[in-house]
């Protein structure tokens, strides 16, 4: 493939799957250990009525209301969970499943009651999201990158993706100590005067601004796949929470780009005409090497526990 | 047109979903207890996306064969497939890797279901007409269901239903105390994998109705609604079936009366009603239960606190304290204890020396315990320990100068 082709049509799609992948995946350490895991779960199903809401209000398919609908779901729904959970004294995952599952069956009558036909927005587009589309059309070559005019063409959700990818990483770093501490000894942490709970409020929102983010870009799976999969690979590796950060975020890396290349070429390679949904492969991939991992890697059982907890 | 639908008269295809709907929440609702009280709640989650690649196997393989493809029964064999080895997946990484079950579910689940979107779109450019039906498994379609349809759905839930009663009680050991049924010989690991291979049936069978995506709501919101209610485990499951089985019945009915009400979603929301209506009423757990509870505590605690500060012949400034001991008839609008006021005054402030001595006393250890400020001296002693402890307290005595 001619770096012509490459830079039009892959290029882009490749760099926010990438982003994608590392921006959930970042947060999706800390829950993993935290085990909050099913959070992102949770939050990538409530994106919907959120959107579906944002789009009865404004009446148009932008960004910034629909990010702003779904972040508000996201919102709504972590203060709809704890308070269902304190209220009516349930467990944590049945609140979770009452909260999520109502909020994402409001969504689907919503959007069945509202006339969508004009406009592109289903389900299926929320699940799966169209990283296929998102090509650089002004594109001619690699030189483009250099070119202000084509530039200027490119995706809305590169820079996005890219920017979201940043304030992650940024917070991340900024909390690294603090997150550190009170994920793996709550008691400790409040001792020495970090405030665990807005810590953990944090982070929930910052998982939540990503996967709205990634979600716009890449659909639903990918946000739970990444919260989850890199991470719980990465720790099969490593003790260390920094080896840890850093398996997850190769890990989230490989899946991006071995997915997307699977899913535009594999079906070439074996004969067949089309290619199959980027999404779902990525998912797939990281699936994939979370099985390897389990399989193969140096950590992966409980050292010094018994063999069932 | 609701109480047509209600009364199943819209139609041979209203009145199907209606059955089947119906007892799918039931058999819902009642496996679902089990799974709730094992606090393993959101492993249907895992379970019912790991359905999709299934559904997506069979589709093709039945094709492959030369069949339609859109076999009801065909499809429902290739999704229990692959949901239990999803859920033989998940159980492996609990069990075998440092994972916990909720990174377990979710690798699960994202992973199962990004394969079956590939497969998905698979299938789309596999350029066969009549493909499009399978999306339907992920939203519940029941607009063209048909009778052999709806018959796999009741036989199904039936079945579930059955096999529930039969094995409830190991799975209720189960689900309350592990250690204990472990101890008592029960295979813990397979009757928890029963209990998963329940909810995969149900699932299954929810395929149809209400879609892979929100079938877990059947199965959570239900038992969760019950458990509001009860403390007795059996009324659980009975209350929780109920509860399904309606919000299936009014959900269908409410989705037949109107054009663009989807079945499934309709289903969850009647089901969240009932939820929200038990977090709010429940007579115990209930919302508003605990907010009176909470008001009649604390009018107890002003008016002892008032009753101690008249007797000691503190002003009260507290306006709840006031307005207490004014309705009562204890104190004028001024604040000046009344008569009565004054003899309850002087009660209150006796019993709590005779509380005093009794928490004193190493022989009143078991009544001491039962102190808590507010208790009624008289309702834990009788009247021979009391005159004993007012003995000892003495009557009223002269100052001498």
């Known amino acids: ?309 | 047109m609701l109480w047509e639908a209600l009364t199943l008269q819209l139609g041979y295809n209203a009145t199907l979903v209606a059955i089947g709907a119906t007892l799918l929440g039931l058999s819902a609702g009642v496996t679902g207890t089990f799974l709730f009280l094992r606090k393993r709640a959101l492993v249907s989650d895992a379970i019912s996306h790991a359905t999709l690649p299934g559904v997506c196997i069979a589709f093709m393989v039945m094709v492959a064969l030369g069949g339609e493809g859109r076999n009801l029964i065909g499809l429902l064999i290739g999704s229990a497939l692959s949901a239990w080895v999803g859920l033989l997946c998940m159980n492996w990484l609990t069990r075998r890797t440092r994972l916990a079950e909720d990174a377990a579910i979710g690798a699960i689940l994202s992973v199962f279901f990004g394969f079956g979107v590939v497969l998905l779109t698979v299938i789309q450019t596999m350029g066969v007409g009549r493909q499009a039906g399978l999306e339907g498994f992920l939203l519940g379609s029941t607009a063209g269901m048909l009778w052999a349809d709806a018959m796999v759905i009741a036989f199904g839930g039936a079945a579930t239903l059955a096999l529930v009663m039969l094995i409830r009680r190991p799975m209720m050991l189960v689900a309350f105390d592990p250690e204990y049924a472990a101890a008592r010989g029960l295979p813990v690991a397979r009757i928890d994998l029963a209990m998963m291979g329940l909810v995969m049936a149900v699932t299954v069978v929810g395929l149809k109705i209400v879609g892979l995506i929100l079938i877990v709501a059947l199965l959570i919101i239900p038992p969760v609604t019950a458990r509001f209610w009860t403390e007795r485990s059996d009324r659980v499951v009975l209350i929780g079936g109920l509860a399904g089985g309606l919000a299936g019945y009014l959900g269908a009915a409410l989705s037949a009366s109107a054009p663009n009400l989807p079945t499934g979603p309709i289903i969850v929301l009647v089901s969240f009603a009932f939820f929200a209506v038990s977090l709010l009423l429940a007579p115990v757990r209930g919302v508003l239960a605990a907010v009176l509870r909470h008001a009649r505590f604390q009018r107890r605690v002003h008016m002892r606190q008032g009753l101690l500060a008249l007797a000691q012949g503190q002003t009260i400034y507290e306006p709840l304290t006031l307005r207490l001991l004014r309705r009562a008839g204890l104190v004028r609008a001024d604040g000046v204890p009344t008569d009565k006021g004054k003899a309850r005054a002087a009660k209150a402030l006796r019993d709590e020396k005779r509380w005093e001595l009794v928490r004193a006393d190493q022989a009143h250890e078991a009544t001491a315990a039962l102190y808590d400020g507010l208790r009624d001296i008289e309702t834990v002693l009788t009247r021979d320990q009391i005159e004993e402890i007012d003995r000892r307290i003495g009557g009223p005595q002269g100052v001498t100068a």
């Open chain 1, 1 to 309: 493939m001619s770096g012509e082709e490459f830079v039009s049509l892959s290029l882009t799609p490749l760099l926010i799957g990438i982003f994608a992948a590392v921006a959930c995946a970042l947060p999706g350490n800390f829950l993993v250990l935290r085990k909050q895991a099913l959070i992102g779960d949770a939050i990538s199903h409530v994106v919907l009525p959120g959107i579906v809401v944002a789009f009865l209000l404004t009446g148009m398919i932008a960004t910034w209301p629909m990010m702003l609908g779904a972040a508000g779901a996201a919102i709504l729904a972590v203060i709809l969970i704890e308070s269902v959970r304190r209220l009516g004294r349930i467990e944590p995952g049945a609140a979770m499943g009452v909260v999520f599952t109502t909020m994402f069956a409001g969504g689907v009558l919503l959007l069945e009651q509202t006339d969508t036909s004009t406009v592109h927005l289903d389900v299926e587009h929320a699940l799966y999201g169209n990283l296929e589309s998102l090509i650089w059309l002004d594109a001619t070559g690699w030189a483009s990158l250099l070119d202000p005019q084509a530039l200027a063409g490119l995706p809305a959700e590169l820079p996005r993706m890219a920017l979201t990818m940043c304030v992650v990483i940024l917070f991340t770093w900024a909390l690294w100590r603090p997150l550190k501490i009170s994920t793996f000894d709550e008691g400790y942490a409040r001792t020495i005067g970090i405030r665990t709970n807005l810590l953990g409020l944090m982070l929930v929102m910052m998982a939540a601004i990503a996967a709205v983010a990634a979600f716009d870009a890449v659909g639903s799976i990918i946000v739970i796949a990444m919260f989850i999969c890199p991470p719980a690979a990465a720790r099969m590796m490593t003790n260390r929470l920094e080896r840890q950060v850093a398996w997850s975020v190769a890990f989230a890396v490989a899946s991006a780009v071995s997915g997307y290349v699977l899913a535009g070429y594999g079906p070439l390679w074996l004969g067949a005409q089309d290619a199959v949904s980027a999404a779902g492969m990525i998912a797939t991939m990281s699936g994939i090497i979370l099985a390897l991992a389990a399989l193969f890697g140096p950590c992966r059982t409980r050292t010094g526990a018994p063999g069932q907890a």
